[in-house]
């Protein structure tokens, strides 16, 4: 009996501390943000070097267990209180009743200057006959997740190029198992981003021309960060201080490249370092565009994706 | 009146669970938690139009094909080596070692080999599903009765009367086992499967609803394996009472 009462004891305990998030005795926050598990992740760490959330009040720890349309239930049910996602998610998630709402810009598109390619994604294709984008009808295309911003900007992509969106068929594949069923001939183009892009292209395939995210969406933000409306009603200071922590951050990786790439080994350990030596960088970026915004809304509501026109106003700061 | 009372004991907890979830979300506002009515109300228009025919059908063929394989392919190679002493020993290391590697991780090497369609979600099926039946069918033609294996060699029975009066009989409670544990298995790695390179699906649908956000489609899809499940374990055991009534039997009087 008394075993079962220091058990209980142990796991009320551990639950407790667990959810320690608040305020400790010092003043300092504990807060979470969700990224993803890739180099652009490198940004925040920089950020947390620097000081720039200490110096607001911040605790802030880094979770990139998993990625993409999984981090919104997690913050929107208060596990986490900030993350990034793509605006498509974001726009998607708005229409369906979800409060998020984004408190500042993340990655933009396009890559460092010395670029393989102008664009964060791009497909890239193996056969010499898929030149541009109306080669894609009655092709296959891997993207790494459906209904988000790959389908949507080749749609857009195949559609601008006089092809048929709806000729082009999409197949759901991890961006490191591309490489692979392209060279096995299981799919005719991969969407893919770096470090994927340069070794493939080194490798001898060729990007698709008018494919890259900028010929669909003009300067479209890749991640944003966002948070849940709740959080901003309860807690509007803890989300100006996060804000203005972040808008430093960006501010300062902007400037200082070499720093964001010595911390791509705190987010992939495991990465070759001859690999994080000649990554493409993301582009930062240092506030939301909203025309961006607005064509993917437009995109989305010709495709059907979404019921109502897309909630621009409501998503933005 | 025996069938009517054990009937009603196999469907009072269902039921109670199902009253209970009705009543504790009704009115639910959480976007993720939505009422049961709700999902209930989905599951029709969601998946009886044309998703009937793009998603659930190509599923269940899948798991058909692969179950239908696996069946044999364990059955066939789990009677050679329950027989022979020898082959056993040389196997076993490597049946081990086979079993225990989780399919799910096995998925990106078969893409390679077998491709992305319809073939690579089948061999993912198989890969899971061939141990237990393997191992169960080795076991229940280990088990086989000496008696009645010297009774066939003095009657003499052709190889074909021995294979499926001797063989397969003696060891269809074992491999009834397998086969039961295989077929849980099954249902678990359709879903798996579609969650790679795929493009239709029940787990494939079901993962693009919560992608999408469209939780109580999502929900409902949930409900439908669930409820798909049930039903072939209900199925099951029609097919097991019919195949081991011999042995059912047996027991009764022993």
């Known amino acids: ?65 998993q990625g993409g349309a999984a981090l919104l239930p997690a913050v929107s049910s208060g596990q986490m209180e900030f993350a990034s996602s793509t605006p498509v998610s974001l726009l998607l998630a708005r229409d369906r009743g979800l409060d998020v709402r984004v408190i500042a810009p993340w990655t933009g598109d396009g890559t460092a200057a010395e670029g393989t390619v102008a664009s964060a994604n791009v497909v890239l294709a193996a056969d010499p006959a898929i030149r541009g984008a109306a080669d894609l009808d009655g092709r296959t295309v891997a993207i790494n997740a459906l209904t988000s911003v790959g389908d949507l900007t080749i749609r857009e992509a195949v559609r601008q190029a006089g092809g048929d969106p709806d000729g082009v068929t999409f197949v759901e594949m991890g961006f490191a198992d591309m490489p692979a069923a392209l060279a096995q001939g299981n799919v005719d183009g991969v969407w893919t981003a770096e470090p994927f892009i340069s070794s493939l292209i080194a490798e001898g395939h060729h990007a698709v021309e008018g494919t890259n995210n900028s010929d ?8 944003l960060i966002f948070t849940s409306g709740g959080l901003i009603e309860s807690d509007p200071e803890l989300v100006a201080a996060m804000t203005r922590a972040l808008e430093k951050t960006l501010a300062y990786v902007g400037e200082h490249p070499d720093d964001v790439r010595a ?12 690999i994080v030596a000649r990554l493409d960088l993301d582009v930062y970026d240092t506030e939301v565009p909203r025309d961006p915004l607005v064509r993917v809304g437009e995109l989305l509501e010709l495709e059907g994706w979404i019921e109502n026109p897309a909630d621009i106003d409501g998503l933005l700061p | ?23 504790i979300s009704r009115g639910s506002q959480s976007f993720f938690w939505p009422p049961l009515s709700d999902i209930v109300a989905e599951l029709r228009p969601t998946w009886l139009g044309e998703r009937l025919r793009a998603d659930v059908v190509p599923s269940l063929l899948r798991l058909a094909t692969g179950y239908a394989l696996a069946l044999a392919a364990g059955i066939l190679a789990g009677l050679a080596i329950g027989l022979s002493a020898r082959l056993r020993q040389y196997c076993e290391p490597v049946l081990e070692f086979c079993r225990s590697i989780p ?67 003696g060891a269809s409670p074992h491999i009834v086992t397998g086969a039961r544990q295989a077929l ?37 899809g949930i409900l439908l394996l669930g409820v798909i499940g049930v039903t072939l374990a209900l199925a099951f055991k029609l097919v097991e009472n019919r195949v081991l009534a011999w042995y059912f039997g047996l027991r009764r009087h022993q």
């Open chain 1, 1 to 65: 009996m008394r075993r079962i009462a220091v058990i209980v004891a142990v796991v009320v305990l551990a639950v407790t501390a667990a959810c320690g998030e608040g305020e400790d005795d010092d003043g300092v926050r504990d807060v979470t943000i969700g990224l993803l598990p890739a180099s652009v992740t490198a940004a925040i760490h920089v950020g947390i070097d620097q000081g720039f959330f200490e110096e607001e009040g911040l605790d802030l720890s880094v979770e990139t267990g």
């Open chain 1, 216 to 223: 669909a969406v003009p300067q479209m933000p890749t991640q």
């Open chain 1, 263 to 274: 911390h791509v080994p705190t987010v992939l350990s495991e990465l070759d370092p001859d």
């Open chain 2, 1 to 23: 009146m025996r069938l009517l009372r054990s009937t009603l004991t196999a469907a009072a907890l269902p039921v109670a669970l199902v009253t209970a979830w009705w009543l």
């Open chain 2, 103 to 169: 399919p799910p991780v096995l998925i990106p090497i078969i893409m390679l080999f077998a491709g992305i369609g319809d073939q690579m979600k089948v061999i993912v099926i198989v890969s899971g599903c061939v141990w237990p039946v393997l191992l169960n069918t080795a076991e229940g033609a280990r088990a086989i009765d000496e008696v009645l294996r010297d009774t066939a060699r003095v009657y003499r029975l052709r190889p074909a009367a021995r294979f499926r009066h001797l063989l397969l009989r």
């Open chain 2, 184 to 220: 849980s298995i099954a249902i678990i790695l359709m879903v798996i499967s579609e969650m790679f390179a795929a493009s239709n699906g029940l787990g494939f649908a079901t993962v693009q609803f919560q992608r999408s956000f469209a939780i109580p489609q999502m929900w409902s």
